[in-house]
């Protein structure tokens, strides 16, 4: 207490000396403002001891009056320290912070982080997740101006122009933290945020450790709905609150809101309050100590001295203070060091939880004159008293424009100033003021003191790709965007402008509460002297101004003015002369001069003009005038026009006589949409129109129409001219004018327009009106209401409304018109003077043509070409091939069908009974059947079935019947039932008819097996990409070049869908998302669903076709957006899509044959064999599969080798380009020149002869049996099969069929194997005494003819063939047949004869003699051979029997087959031995009787030590999946071996069965000698010891049944001996005696022993998956789980299906074992490594998540690390890493996670990473003993892996880390 007192004495209780009581204020003063400035006072008092006490009366009153105006000093930034508790006013809310006001002028800011914990935790969330929470509110919703806040100074920091910033925090754990929960009592006012909704209220953070605030509904209830608007509470909400009741010591709290409660709440010496904890914002009563002229001295709270400056005194009561009077006052700071209190006394603060009511100054930015001085404050600023009377302050920083200028005599008291009123104080209540001349002068305070329009003067700040910053005033910066930097478009601002430039600027927009400010550079702009249009009220008709063009559209151009306001130049006001394509005359940022037309403000639509009218040359417009009434065109009246121009969109024609311009569009050529482009193709220059309508006429516009509908609606007086004469029930002719989602707009000829809506505009349901009907369209309308009050009228435009009569007469007509048009037509084609365009014109339906076979083309169609005209082009689809064989050169006689005069193409038929037409009479209004031939959009061709007549009809029988659903429309094949109207063809070529019933047509025929399956995966591709579309059917106004924003919904392999943020759709293909892809990856793993993007738009699909449609296109508003996100697109120049190319071809031509490209691979095609890639989002390719590598690894798997969506850099193939695809190659350019190597595929083999191997694009060439390999073989063609790949050498492309070699050296040259048989290509390859293989060719009476190569013959004379004598001829060529390989010596070469003698005789060869040297002929051996392979083939039929009852794999099967032709191989041989040996050699067989065979046979001879087996696959390959896999046990269990790799159960015998041996050729039996049998005797008994000895050796592996039942007899608990005996029962393919045995185990072995019987059943459940069914093995299982461990069961199941590829089956049980074993840690992990394993790192991820919501909290760690080191053994390491990092950072002391840390990283992060986790552990504050371990590895590891010197570091930090530690323990 007693430092209490001597810190703030109370008034009048201490008896001091005067002298000491000033000098202990003086000190006090001190501390509290800066003690450097008053040691010189005090210093001052000590030297003046001597002087004269005169002075000392004055001296002491003048110090106390100092004293005393220091002691008051107001509160400047230097006073304020972090800690510092402080009452502030919010002053204004932004998005990620607050503005506080503070007392005293101050200004501090909060930010969004520093208002409580869980508002935060929940930010923290927000962010994780990238979406906006729902329960989250923003901070404009949880504060508002005028609010009362307690805060906490948390820093003060210096900004980068020097200023110092506050920054505070109404965080209530840093508020009310100097509080505990012992010191809470009833009575208390606080703050607090609320932190957590409950069932009955809120709990409430009010910062005080230990405690838990509730706040009940009950009294949250009036707060609620008098000031938060009924709404609940939500997190962060800032609340002032009453403790009404404290339990448990302070360990739970309830609040109260009430505005009552809290209003009228004291701060009381029951509440225990001291220094330390006093808040701001406690209401006190106080009593005055003192009154001075700098404010008061209040004593509160009994012992408690504090401070009111004289802002903060009541103005009503200021000067009628007196002492001992009782206030009322309000705590508004407490300072920490100092303890200095200080209050207000102001009514506003004395009703805790009101907000502040005045928040604004209406006089904010005025200058003043002569405003005089109240007072001076030296540390803090100056008091001014304004007219009126109120006060003003203004800091010290703003009393001069520097520091060095300030001086502080000029504000006395009384002296005058000008001033500006810069800001409001809403503590003080007063006006913030400021004396710099720079703030005084400037023209702008704020942004609401800048209007928009204005012409401001700025600096240049920087420049950006963007714009450039501007900097306008103090606080104020504007943005000029890169549009606005000149008239013109700049590419190089930073060459023009330069930070630090004063610039002239004019002010676009000003949007003062988003601090928004956009101005502009273009000169037009800053210097116009026209009115500037700010808003749309100020837009009136007639108005000239300057604008800026922002879009240009083919409709017109948008121009933007000041402030948003915008308005349309329709594209006939664009210019006098009409502009057929604004896009090429405007351009965006364009400054034009505009005149307004007209403006509806309330709808925000202004109409302008770039047709400004002129008041010059009055004389001249007056007789233009009179010129022009001359010339008048009237609306309805019928003219003659001639053509001048053809535009995109239609005509130039001049009217004539008077040459008048006018424009008639191509939609108003034709009633048929079909035929309006058609005319304006063929129309030219100078070409006369006779009785064309004017349709609507402007200023300097007459729009015409040529629709003969409406011409004879005109002519007939049918037509209307106003709405008085229109009633309900009328029908009128007229034509779509527009289309909207809600209707369409239709007019007719007088000018009156009207609305069909949706619902009545079809019978049929509408969903897109543009689907129904095109703009142009002529349709029939019937009117069903008129407004004439409102000028409008609604139509139907439903066929059953709108009837003409009689649909087939109406159909016969529209019929009869449409070909009168292309009559029409064709007559124009005749006018032109190019014989193939005359050759097209006489050319009608029907007639038989001669035509060469040009090409045919992969999706089956043919192209003919007209022989008499070169360029004729003929086409016959599939169908009407009717599937004949045609070839390239073949002449065929084909039947006209229909004549396409815009592509210049004839369709024709190859269809026999259309091309023989039967002479046959035909009867008028006769029905026929007929076969649709043909289809065009407004009528078909269909052929008689009676005749084979063409009969065309219409496919619409109203103008309005335009829509048909795909189930109605017809197709090429179809039956129609036809209705004759004209029996002859007449010049069209085609006989009239008029459809029967849709009920009468037939079915197509059923598809061709030439319909491939990959065209109708094609077609679900399409189909599944408009459903991924969503088919977009919202019209968007966005252009190509514009940028977007959205969020990518779904990434499939090659593109993504973005839902964009207007709600439309798109899409970004995989080359529009980097500037370089690097080859393997795929760019689509760059985008995650969910992520926000900002894209260019490129082009629009059409939802329908999927064609990417030009910008000009009527349905390009619909179209599905063509996304790019390369960085090169949306920094400036962006390549746009080629939306301009009729076909897909001309796309395809802009790629040159060897150009390389980066495609992505989108899928392989097994039927076709080729990869189909994307080059771009409108250009595919397709990749032969033998251009895709030169390995046969790749060409068997090349789904595996590419992954999809992965980016392939491939090469362009040459002409061979098929339609609609780009041709590639993987190998570099395709050429089959010489020396190349390709790959191709076997196309045929001819025995003796060689390959004929086919290759991409129709290539073909030989291979030559010479050229098959490096060595020859006697059955060289054996391995060759059709469709085998092989890779070629090209020899020689000399002929049309390529010369090959598939010779190793010659295809791969790195492999320098031997070559056996040197290639012999020519006589000169041959020398004298050369040893040289070959095969025989023809035997001949002289000798025998030897192939050496491809084309060298050699001669063997029969004297160097055998040394035998030569047998008959028969004999001798059944001895030498054609292909058999010999070894031959050359004895001569003659090239002048070509002529090369040959030996082969065994003493030139070194081989043996072809023939032996018996005099017998070999007949018998061949028989004995036969015979032999008769019983082998006998034995080979058993043996496959019993294969395929075991399970084998036909690929297992092949090798003792092959093995067998290789003991063949051998026995041939061997030729050279006598016939009687070779009779004596029979082959035996070796190995285990018939019931214990495993289907592998060995065979063996005697006298060889070679014993030919069948060759093993080897042991680490995974058995395929038709293999079934074999039980294999030695040692441990082993359950995925093949059966191949087992040996023998018992030992090989010598003796086989007698039946077997009855098998073998007996052709002599002899008699047994003594000797032999005695021998035999011998060798027996030897035998049978061995046997016996075998037995009795303890080591020995039992190897029959009833040594497996002596075993498990002695040890019935081995579950080991049981599986020993099982695995003998299963390599006998013996399943069945297998089940039994584990039968028998499972009875046999002790219950006790749990793990033995699991053992057996895991084994009974592998011999299940293996060879039982699905239903066997559920039922073993259903028995395991039954009677063992549940969950053992379940794994041990779910590890037998992943270790054999059952994936699926893996998964089903992971989720049932998911589902029951929830609370199982260890069914987690397994899963998430069975789900890492198959590589679906996302799905991983998922199963994570799903651990932790299931598992407890103590389980997560354990759980997270386990994931964690999944990841780095199976999936992503650095998401390992980001795992293992998050778990440290919440739990660091975790030694077992740091160190399965850095095992991990060990083995697969680098050294550098091991060594940074080594480094961070041994900086942790650890136990002693746990350190030592890390240090120990740590040293560990850099004895293993680092340098002497690494060592040496590593014990100098441990060294260093002892010392730490025990320097600790002695402090």
């Known amino acids: 207490m007693a430092d209490l007192e001597e810190s703030f004495p109370r008034g009048g209780t201490g008896k001091t000396h005067k002298s000491e009581k000033s000098s202990q204020q003086v000190v006090e003063q001190d501390n509290l403002f800066d003690i450097s400035t008053e040691e010189g006072p005090i210093k001052r008092k000590k030297s003046q001891k001597g002087p004269a006490k005169i002075k000392k009366l004055k001296i002491e009153k003048r110090k106390s009056s100092k004293s005393m105006r220091e002691k008051f000093e107001i509160l400047s930034l230097e006073s304020l320290c972090e800690g510092m508790r402080i009452l502030g006013c919010v002053k204004e809310v932004n998005e990620l912070e607050l503005v506080v006001s503070l007392p005293n002028g101050l200004q501090g800011f909060v930010q969004v982080t520093e208002i409580c914990d869980a508002y935060t935790q929940k930010l923290n969330e927000q962010v994780a997740q990238e979406e906006p929470l729902e329960d989250l509110l923003r901070l404009p919703e949880l504060f508002s101006p005028g609010m009362l806040v307690r805060c906490v100074v948390s820093s003060l920091d210096v900004t980068e122009s020097g200023k110092k910033s506050v920054k505070l925090s109404v965080n209530p754990k840093r508020v009310n933290k100097v509080l505990s929960a012992e010191a809470l009592r009833p009575g208390m006012l606080l703050t607090g945020t609320v932190s957590s909704l ?98 008061l001295q209040l004593n509160f709270l009994t012992f408690f001295t504090g401070l009111v400056d004289f802002m903060h005194l009541e103005p009503k009561k200021m000067g009628s203070y007196s002492p001992k009077q009782t206030v009322k006052a309000c705590i508004l700071c407490v300072h920490p060091r100092t303890r200095v209190v200080r209050l207000s006394l102001r009514p506003i603060f004395l009703h805790p939880g009101r907000p502040l009511t005045r928040i604004s100054y209406q006089q904010l930015g005025a200058v003043l004159d002569n405003v005089p001085v109240q007072g001076f404050f030296k540390k803090a600023g100056a008091i001014f008293r304004l007219k009126d009377g109120v006060l003003a302050y203004a800091r010290l920083s703003h009393l001069s424009n520097s520091k060095k200028a300030f001086n502080a005599e000029a504000f006395k008291p009384g002296s005058t100033h000008k001033c500006r009123i810069i800001d409001y104080s809403q503590m003080d209540e007063l006006a913030l003021l400021s004396l710099r001349k720079s703030i005084i002068t400037a023209p702008f305070l704020r942004y609401h003191d800048i209007k928009i329009g204005t012409v401001v003067k700025g600096t240049v700040l920087a420049i950006k790709p963007f714009g450039i910053l501007v900097k306008v005033g103090e606080q104020i910066k504007g943005l000029v965007p890169s549009m606005h930097l000149a008239d013109i478009m700049m590419k190089n601002p930073e060459k023009k402008y330069s930070t630090g430039d004063e610039v002239m600027c004019r002010v676009l927009l000003c949007e003062p509460e988003a601090k928004k400010l956009i101005m502009t550079l273009k000169k037009t702009l800053i210097t116009s002297k026209l009115p500037a249009i700010t808003c749309y009220e100020d837009a009136k008709p007639g108005l000239q101004t300057h604008g800026v063009i922002i879009r240009v559209k083919d409709y017109g151009c948008i121009v933007k003015f000041y402030n948003g306001v915008q308005g349309l130049v329709p594209k006939h006001e664009l210019s006098a002369q009409h ?19 007209s403006c509806e403000p309330s709808k925000e639509r202004m109409l302008l003009s770039f047709k400004l009218l002129s008041d010059s040359e009055p004389k001249d417009e007056r007789v233009e005038e009179s010129q022009k009434k001359g010339r008048a065109v ?33 939609p108003h050529l034709s009633d048929h949409v079909a035929n309006g482009p058609l005319l304006h193709h063929w129309l030219h220059t100078g070409d006369t129109l006779h009785r064309v309508l004017c349709l609507s006429q402007s200023e300097r516009h007459i729009v015409l129409c040529r629709k003969p509908a409406l011409v004879s609606t005109v002519e007939g007086g049918q037509d209307p001219k106003s709405l008085s004469e229109i009633q309900p029930g009328m029908l009128l002719i007229g034509f779509v004018k527009s289309i909207k989602d809600y209707g369409v707009f239709v007019q007719f000829p007088s000018g009156l327009s009207g609305l069909s809506p949706k619902t009545i505009m079809s019978d049929k349901f509408v969903t897109t009106p543009s689907e129904h009907f095109v703009e142009g369209q002529t349709v029939v309308a019937k009117v069903t209401n008129v407004d004439e009050s409102k000028q409008r009228m609604l139509l139907s435009l439903r066929l059953s409304d709108c009837s003409l009569g009689d649909s087939a007469s109406t159909s016969f007509l529209l019929l009869c018109q449409c070909l009168e048009e292309l009559q029409g037509i064709r007559s124009l084609m005749r006018n032109q003077d190019s014989v193939l365009i005359q050759t097209l014109a006489d050319m009608t339906p029907g007639m038989v043509l001669d035509a060469m076979v040009q090409e045919v083309l992969e999706d089956g169609s043919v192209v003919f070409s007209g022989l008499p005209v070169p360029d004729l082009i003929l086409r016959a689809s599939r169908y009407h091939r009717a599937g004949q064989e045609v070839e390239p050169g073949q002449k065929k006689k084909v039947v006209v069908l229909h004549v396409d005069m815009l592509k210049l193409e004839v369709h024709v038929s190859l269809h026999q009974d259309l091309v023989n037409r039967k002479a046959r009479k035909l009867r008028k209004s006769s029905r026929h059947q007929g076969i649709v031939q043909h289809l065009e959009e407004s009528f078909a061709v269909a052929s008689l079935v009676e005749t084979g007549h063409l009969v065309a009809f219409s496919l619409i029988s109203h103008l309005n019947d335009t829509f048909h659903f795909d189930s109605e429309k017809l197709h090429v094949g179809q039956g129609v039932c036809l209705t004759l109207k004209t029996t002859e063809p007449g010049v069209t070529g085609l006989i009239l008819a008029v459809e029967g019933p849709a009920s009468k047509r037939t079915r197509m025929p059923a598809q061709r097996d030439s319909e491939t399956v990959d065209e109708k995966e094609g077609e679900e591709e399409e189909k599944e990409e408009e459903d991924l579309t969503l088919r977009s059917k919202k019209r968007h106004s966005l252009a190509i070049g514009d940028k977007v924003s959205g969020t990518i919904k779904s990434v499939k392999a090659t593109h993504a869908v973005v839902a964009l943020d207007d709600g439309f759709v798109g899409c970004i293909h995989a080359s529009r998302v980097l500037d370089d892809v690097p080859v393997g990856t795929s760019p689509m793993s760059t985008l995650k669903a969910g992520k926000k993007v900002t894209a260019r738009v490129i082009g629009g699909r059409d939802v329908k076709t999927s064609k990417f449609l030009p910008i000009s296109h009527p349905r390009f508003v619909l179209t599905i957006l063509e996304l790019s996100v390369r960085p090169s697109d949306l920094k400036g120049g962006y390549s746009a899509l080629n939306t301009h190319s009729v076909s897909p071809m001309e796309k395809i031509r802009q790629y040159q044959a060897g150009q390389t490209v980066t495609c992505f691979f989108k899928k392989y095609n097994v039927m076709k064999k080729w990869l189909e890639v994307d080059i771009g989002p409108d250009i595919r390719g397709r990749i032969p599969l033998l251009l895709t590598s030169l390995s046969f690894k790749v060409l068997k798997h090349p789904d595996k080798k590419f992954q999809i969506g992965q980016a392939i850099r491939a090469t362009v193939v040459g002409p061979d380009v098929p339609r609609a695809f780009l041709c590639l190659s993987l190998i570099g350019p395709y050429r089959l020149e010489e020396g190349e190597v390709a790959m191709g595929r076997v196309l045929k083999v001819v025995p003796n002869q060689g390959l004929t191997v086919s290759f991409p694009f129709g290539k073909m060439g030989k291979v030559s049996i010479f050229h098959v390999s490096d060595s020859y073989s006697e059955a060289p063609l054996e391995d060759f099969c059709l469709q085998k790949i092989v890779r070629c050498y090209v020899l020689s492309t000399a002929h049309r069929v390529l010369a090959l070699s598939l010779r190793s050296s010659r295809t791969n040259r790195e492999t320098k194997s031997k070559i056996e048989d040197p290639e012999v290509n020519s006589i000169e390859d041959v020398k004298e005494g050369q040893l040289l293989r070959g095969y025989v060719k023809s035997v001949l009476s002289s000798g025998v003819i030897i192939g050496l190569g491809p084309s060298v013959l050699g001669l063997a004379k029969n004297s160097h063939v055998s040394e035998c004598i030569p047998p008959e001829k028969e004999l001798y060529s059944r001895g030498l047949p054609e292909g058999k390989l010999v070894t031959a010596k050359v004895l001569c070469v003659d090239p002048t004869k070509n002529l090369i003698e040959l030996s082969l005789l065994p003493s030139d ?123 294999h046990l030695s040692s441990g269990f082993i359950w995925d071996v093949g059966l191949d790799s087992l040996t023998p159960v018992l030992p090989l015998r010598d003796e086989s069965s007698d039946s077997e041996e009855d098998e073998q050729p007996h052709p002599a039996k002899k008699k047994k000698g003594k000797k032999e049998r005695e021998l035999e005797k011998q060798k027996a008994e030897k035998e049978l010891s061995r046997i016996e000895e075998a037995l009795m050796d303890p080591g020995r592996q039992p190897q029959s049944a009833d040594d497996f039942d002596r075993l498990v007899l002695s040890s019935p608990n081995s579950s080991i001996l049981w599986l020993q005996y099982m695995a003998f029962h299963l390599q006998a393919t013996e399943i069945e005696k297998a089940r039994a045995v584990a039968e028998r185990a499972l009875k046999t072995i002790s219950f006790r022993e749990e793990q033995e019987k699991l053992n057996v059943w895991v084994a009974l459940l592998n011999l299940e998956n293996m060879y039982g069914s699905q239903e066997s093995l559920t039922k073993v299982f259903e028995r395991a789980v039954q009677y063992n461990e549940p969950l053992k069961v379940f794994l041990h199941l779910a590890d037998i299906y992943t270790k054999s590829d059952k994936f699926t089956e893996a998964g089903e049980l992971y989720n049932r074992m998911l589902k029951r074993f929830r609370q199982e840690k260890a069914v987690w992990i397994k899963y998430g490594a069975f789900v890492l394993g198959r590589s679906q790192a996302g799905a991983s991820h998922r199963v994570l998540q799903r651990a932790l919501e299931c598992l407890p909290t103590k389980e997560h760690v354990d759980v997270i690390v386990k994931f964690a080191q999944l990841e780095f053994q199976l999936g992503d390491v650095e998401r390992a890493k980001a795992m293992f990092e998050n778990t440290l950072s919440t739990y660091p002391k975790r030694t077992d996670v740091w160190s399965v840390y850095i095992d991990m990283t060990i083995k697969h992060g680098s050294q550098k990473e091991v060594r940074d986790i080594f480094e961070r552990v041994i900086h942790l504050s650890l136990a002693p003993k746990r350190m030592k371990f890390f240090f120990k590895r740590y040293l560990d590891y850099e004895k293993q892996h680092g340098t002497e010197k690494d060592v040496q570091a590593v014990k100098a930090k441990a060294l260093e880390y002892v010392e730490a530690k025990s320097s600790a323990l002695e402090d």
Not at 1493 to 1502: A, H, I, K, L, T
Request: proline share 7%.
């Open 579 to 597: 502009i057929p394509d604004p896009e090429k005359v405007f351009y965006t940022g364009q400054v034009v001069k505009v005149a307004v037309l």
């Open 1405 to 1527: 060869t070194g081989k043996p003699d072809l023939f032996s040297a018996s005099p017998e002929p070999p007949l018998p051996k061949q028989e004995e051979r036969k015979g032999e392979e008769k019983k082998i083939r006998k034995r080979k039929e058993k043996n496959r029997k019993r294969q395929e009852v075991s399970g084998l794999s036909s690929q297992e099967k092949k090798e003792p087959q092959k093995s067998q032709r290789g003991g063949q191989g051998k026995r041939e041989r061997q030729e050279s031995e006598s016939e009687q040996e070779l009779v004596n050699k029979r082959p035996k067989k070796s190995g285990a009787p018939e019931e214990d065979d495993s289907g592998v046979e060995v065979y063996y001879r005697e006298g060889e030590d070679e014993v030919e087996e069948p060759k093993l696959p080897p042991r680490g390959k995974p058995t395929k999946p038709t293999e079934v896999p074999r039980l």
């Open 634 to 666: 009237n609306i309805g009246q019928l003219v003659d026009v001639k053509v001048l121009e053809k535009t995109k969109n239609g005509l130039e024609v001049a009217i004539l006589p008077h040459n008048t311009p006018a424009f008639l569009p191509t």
């Open 198 to 295: 409950e069932d009955h209220g809120y709990l409430v953070d009010i910062g005080v450790g230990g405690t838990r605030a509730f706040l009940s509904l009950q009294k949250a209830q009036e707060y609620i709905r008098q000031k938060n608007k009924g709404a609940k509470f939500k997190v962060g909400q800032y609340l002032t609150c009453l403790i009404e009741e404290v339990k448990s010591n302070g360990a739970v709290v309830r609040l109260s809101i009430e505005h009552s409660d809290v209003s009228s709440a004291f701060a009381t010496e029951e509440q225990s309050w001291n220094l330390n904890t006093l808040l701001p914002g406690l209401v006190v009563r106080a009593q005055v100590q003192k009154v001075t002229q700098f404010g």
